[in-house]
């Protein structure tokens, strides 16, 4: 088997060639070197751009799962028009106001179970680099001043357009852009440097005084950390055009080599069928959701669970659904643990060899994570049947948690909640044991008076056969 990804230069589905010479194992590759465009610190992290760090976090966690070495790395935007327009408006210095929003998306990418990348560069720590590139750009004849800003010439790159697919009848050479971002029908010279304006951050460089475009910061960062073509270049589609084709020109006309040898783009999410807005209710941060009750498990799952190349029409509705297939799951390992039985069922293995086996089969299909789930639950499924024909030994349920565990580090919200101890516990555990004793007694009005205690604080009642167990509902 071997992984299979849509590279949206090529527009087909190929094989990912770490390195770009093929090997017969996968532990003869080299690193996979991967770069997620971060987010631009202005104010927080709309639900929209989780999706993709999501997504992002899925890749990395996966190609690790199936044996690749990561070295990946997510920038920080951290002078832009955006930033320095928020900075000015808050009347602290770019670094105050960055600072603050960058610790937040931080914090919300740890609240998520995201796991921390390799690198994070932020623009601002870049400078020295993106003179560099400048230069070579200079060099290669396809750059022009024109009041103290320097822009690329677009009609001097003969494969400008070709991630994006422009017509190049819609290149508008020689007119010079100065906003980061704009419409694709707004194609012309991008600018690589800004001129000094009163009142904004500058740097001195041999260009004069004045501070980067965005589109040259990410081409910049990713020669900084991995000084040549890389493996994987992630984002949302929206930065297809013009930031993902503007790298490439500014970054190819620079260093005389591929810039990018996969490019992924995860598609849009929708709010309730619709583009989110803030007009329209529907621009939701991570800590909206949060405040309305909403798990950050569920909204992690719910944001993974659709395949990244299709919209997801985010609900409320979506995520009481991935609360539903939470349940489930933990459900499943609630009476996986309260197996008591000896002996060991040889059936067990072969299907939880078959599990691993079909997931890595149908993941590796372009990154097919919807399918990968499908695979999950059916195997769940066949699980929880032998489990009330009791088939299912102690030693069996041991194997098949130990298999869970070795899928989780894909999905990250399998243990996401069940390994951290709730507060309360001892409290509750003295409460369901006096029910116990309550209902042996006959005592059926205390009995019954525990259960709704607990019921008002979030914690529901199980009784099996094996006893009584408890949860606290998410």
């Not at 004849?141 to 400008?160: T, V």
């Not at 419409?183 to 904004?200: M, P, Y």
């Not at 009995?447 to 099996?464: V, Y």
Request: hydrophobic letters at 35%; aromatic letters at 12%; one cysteine or more.
């Amino acid at each position: 088997m071997s992984l299979k990804i849509y590279n949206t230069l090529n527009r087909r589905i190929e094989e990912l060639i770490p390195g770009g010479v093929k090997k017969d194992n996968i532990e003869d590759y080299p690193v996979v070197t991967i770069y997620t465009c971060g987010p631009t610190v202005y104010g927080y992290a709309h639900i929209g751009n989780f999706r993709t760090f999501v997504f992002s976090d899925f890749i990395r966690r996966y190609l690790k799962f199936r044996g690749f070495k990561v070295n990946h790395a997510m920038n920080i935007t951290d002078v832009d028009d955006k930033t320095i327009k928020g900075a000015a408006a808050n009347h602290v210095t770019l670094e105050e106001y960055t600072q603050k929003y960058t610790d937040i998306f931080f914090e919300d990418l740890r609240t998520l179970n995201i796991e921390p990348v390799e690198h994070n560069p932020k623009a601002t720590e870049s400078i020295k680099d993106i003179i560099d590139i400048l230069e070579k750009i200079d060099e290669a004849g396809m750059l022009y001043e024109k009041d103290g800003s320097l822009y690329f010439n677009i009609s001097k790159f003969s494969e400008y357009g070709k991630l994006s697919l422009l017509d190049k009848r819609e290149i508008k050479s020689g007119i010079s852009f100065d906003a980061d971002e704009y419409e694709k029908e707004d194609v012309r010279d991008f600018a690589l440097w800004k001129a000094q304006k009163e009142g904004e951050p500058f740097w001195e460089t041999p260009y004069g005084q004045g501070r980067p475009g965005w589109h040259i910061e990410c081409s910049a960062m990713i020669r900084k950390i991995f000084g040549t073509t890389i493996d994987i270049h992630i984002g949302g589609v929206d930065l297809i055009f013009p930031h993902h084709e503007n790298e490439i020109a500014q970054s190819e006309a620079a260093y005389k080599e591929k810039f990018v040898r996969c490019w992924i783009h995860s598609e849009h999410l929708l709010v309730d069928g619709a583009k989110m807005s803030k007009s329209l209710g529907n621009f939701y941060t991570l800590r909206d959701l949060l405040a309305k009750g909403f798990s950050p498990r569920s909204i992690r799952y719910l944001l993974m669970s659709a395949h990244y190349k299709k919209q997801l029409n985010f609900t409320f509705e979506g995520i009481k659904q991935a609360d539903q297939a939470l349940e489930r799951i933990d459900n499943f390992i609630v009476r996986l643990i309260d197996r008591k039985g000896d002996g060991e069922n040889l059936e067990v293995k072969s299907f939880t060899d078959k599990l691993i086996h079909e997931f890595i089969e149908t993941v590796d299909n372009d990154l097919n994570i919807s399918g990968g789930l499908g695979v999950f639950f059916d195997f769940i499924h066949k699980i929880n049947l032998m489990i009330t024909d009791d088939k299912i030994s102690k030693k069996d349920a041991e194997n098949i948690l130990a298999a869970l565990k070795i899928l989780d580090q894909v999905f990250g919200f399998i243990f996401f909640e069940n390994e951290v101890e709730d507060p309360d516990k001892d409290r509750i555990d003295k409460l369901v044991d006096e029910r116990i004793r309550a209902k042996k007694n006959k005592d059926f009005s205390r009995a019954d008076e525990i259960r709704e205690l607990l019921k008002n604080e979030g914690i529901i009642l199980e009784d099996t056969k094996d006893g009584t167990r408890w949860k606290r509902k998410k």
